[in-house]
Each structure stands twice: as structure tokens, then as C-alpha cells.
């Protein structure tokens, strides 16, 4: 688009959403924004945030239109998120575009910090800058790609995504607890992807100990990726140090969530693989599950992909914290074997979980069925 002329404030929206969306898995903890600089009806710079630490959207956009030999006194910024007025790693966005001499400034989504809220436009407003607010399609996409950085900010825990794949008759595994592979290669490769776009990757200890899995995010030799987070639910420990993970936890941290009566010299033996042992009190599963993503978020874990098994799975549902579901369908049978979730659940069908506006799309040989249960 930066070398044709939009046609419409859709287009530039368009654009600015796909500029935000390159930033995902590397912008944590800052929210992943996109933006476009407008000029007598043409491009004259666009940016997003690269990462964390970096520039934001609004200044490399300036920087953009800088290095074209553009100048933006009197252009319109169109950006996903409320540019900032706070000094962190980076200088107010606001400012910037104030010195800049933008004549108008659209904004997509607001942003939901108290140390930013509001404090960005009326700044730009008492200098003479007219703002916008748009309405429709760029504000539920910029809301829906900033949806981990909203709930952190609001809760201090984390946007979780509980990932499933299942058989037809609802199955993770057999009843052996062989799993591999109920998905097809399509499937696991978009699992692979989603996880790169998140700050930690959830498994309980049955998954550990029954697969061993690295829970790495692996998009091929010649893609950049921020490895996130491995976090295991092991109340009783029972995760080695030689588990496969330790073998490159310099690369991507382990975070072992423990009950508060964990035995200390396994503690010793984790944290001595490298692994940070987390103790979390709490009458049950469900209460552990909550107070574990509070503890998460204090961390800096904004995004967390939960990936089984079934006992974790449920223990996220009964607890209420599950904000996204993805569920992957393979054309299998088993006739038994393990279940998607287990726990409790709710006495009647009123209390289950409901998935508004169920999403099906094919993805190699599965269905897969998505879901945002709640938004931020």
C-alpha cells in the first residue's frame, strides 16, 4: 500500500491492522499497534511497534515518512491504539506527533492503563491536533489484537486460550494416553504458530509425563522467533530435571507451578535445572488456577496458551478463566479412552460455559472451532 494511493479509510485501516499484527509475540509487555501517515491522499509513512524496548507505531511511522523525505506537518495518523504521554523506554507518542505538526490523529481502540488513558488525546487536543475516534470494523479489529494487553492491565493476569484437539467422540487420548497424533500436520503447524504469538505455553503434569514435550514454538530455520514461556502445573512435582525442556531453558524460561507444600529438595533439584518454582496456595484446583495466573501476570505474562490435558483444562473452565477456546476436530473415533476436560463441572446445564458465536474453518483435514468467550 505504500507505494499506491488508498482508496478508502477502510484500506488504511487495513493496513494499519496488518502492521500491528507483525509485531505479535515480540511487543510483551506493550500491546502489538500499527499506524499509517496520510498525506494529500497518500501514503507517506507507516510504522508498527517492532518490540519491546523499541519505537512505537506513531514515531516509526514520523520515521518512516523522515527517511522518504516526506514531511507530515498538516498529514492524519491513523494508529490502533491511543498514542501514549508517558516517558518509559520510549518518549510520549503524543509529543512526537505534536512536534511533528500532525494535523489530525484517528485512533482505533483507547487504551485501558491508567498511566495512558485519555491522557494522550486531550494532550494532543490542547495543542490544536484534532482527534477521531473510529467506530466499526477498526475498532473491533484493534480491540481484538490487543486483548492480552487489555486484561492484564484491568486484572493483572493473563488472556488465556484454552487449545484442544480432540477426536469426533470428544477424546484427547486413548486409553493408554497416546495422543500423538489426533491432529493433522496442518493443525499442529498453526498450533506452533500461536504459540510464538504468546508470552508462555500451559501444560499440567500428566501432559508432561505422559509426552515430555519441549512446548517450543518452531516456525523453521529462517523465521525469528521469541520463544515463550513453558509453565507446568505440578502441585505435586512430579516434572524431572531431566524432562526435554531443561535442554534449552536459557532460550525459553520454565515456570513450574507448585502447591505451597512442595518438597524442598525437589524445588532445589528444578531450580538448580533452571526451571522457577512458583508455590500457590489454594482450597482446589480451580482456586489454584486463579491464583497462579495473578502470580503469572505479576511476572509479565500477559498471553498464555493452555494446552492440556484435561485435568488443567477443566480446572480453567470451572475457575471461570478461560477467555478464548480453539478446538481442533480430526476425522477419529475412539470409542473411549480420555475425555477433553475433566473435574467437576456444573451440577445443571445453566452453569456450563457457553462459546458465543462459534467460528468453523477448515484447517487441513480437521474442523477447527473457535470461540472468544470473553472480551477485554
Known sequence: MSDQQPTSEAEIWQRAIQLAERGLGWTSPNPAVGAVLIKDGRVIGEGWHHRHGGLHAERQALADASRRGNDPVGATIYVTLEPCAHTGSQPPCADGLIEAGVAEVVIAADDPTEKTRGIGPSRLENA??????????????????????????????????????????????????????????????????????????????????????????????????????????????????????????????????????????????????????????????????????????????????LEGGPKLAGAAVGAGEVDRVEVFVAPLILGGGRPATEGPGPELMAGATRAPELRASRVGQDVLMSSTIRTW
Not at 488465556?160 to 493443525?187: F, R, Y
Not at 531443561?246 to 528444578?270: M, Q, T, Y
Open 128 to 305: 490544536g491536533v484534532k482527534v477521531r475516534w473510529a467506530e466499526g470494523f477498526p475498532a473491533d479489529e484493534a480491540l481484538a489484537l490487543t486483548q492480552d494487553f487489555r486484561k492484564r492491565a484491568r486484572t493483572g493476569k493473563p488472556l488465556v486460550t484454552l487449545k484442544m484437539a480432540m477426536s469426533m467422540d470428544g477424546k484427547v487420548a486413548t486409553q493408554t494416553g497416546d495422543s500423538k497424533w489426533i491432529s493433522g500436520e496442518k493443525s499442529r503447524a498453526l498450533v506452533h504458530r500461536w504459540r510464538a504469538e504468546m508470552d508462555a505455553v500451559a501444560v499440567g503434569a500428566g501432559t508432561m509425563a505422559a509426552d515430555d514435550p519441549r512446548l517450543t514454538a518452531r516456525l523453521g530455520e529462517d523465521t525469528p522467533v521469541r520463544q515463550p514461556a513453558r509453565v507446568i502445573f505440578d502441585s505435586s512435582l512430579l516434572t524431572t530435571p531431566r524432562a526435554a525442556l531443561f535442554e534449552d531453558v536459557s532460550e525459553a524460561p520454565v515456570l513450574i507451578v507448585a502447591g505451597s507444600d512442595a518438597d524442598p529438595v525437589k524445588v532445589r533439584e528444578l531450580e538448580a535445572a533452571g526451571a522457577q518454582v512458583i508455590p500457590i496456595e489454594g482450597e482446589d484446583h480451580e482456586a489454584r488456577f486463579s491464583l497462579a495466573l495473578e502470580e503469572l501476570g505479576e511476572r509479565g505474562i500477559g498471553s498464555m496458551l
